[in-house]
């Protein structure tokens, strides 16, 4: 399972929304097979729909892997 918060505090030098994005992608196309979010990213750079843009990063990544 991969948690959001997680990502975050493995990687503390992100330090934008586009980079959260390479590492969720990366974990993804890894294996991680399920993703929760359980904090909000706090980059000056978080969009309002912040859920549904990682959820679709993720999920693109796990489509490219079959």
């Known amino acids: 399972m991969l948690w959001l918060s997680e990502i975050m505090l493995e990687n503390f030098d992100l330090n934008t929304?586009?980079?959260?994005k390479?590492?969720?992608r990366e974990k993804a196309a890894s294996g991680e097979m399920f993703?929760?979010?359980?904090?909000?990213?706090t980059y000056p750079d978080t969009p309002d729909n912040w859920e549904d843009r990682l959820e679709a990063v993720f999920t693109s990544a796990l489509d490219q892997r079959v």
């Open 17 to 20: 929304f586009e980079e959260l």
């Open 22 to 24: 390479v590492k969720i």
């Open 35 to 41: 993703f929760r979010m359980d904090v909000k990213p």
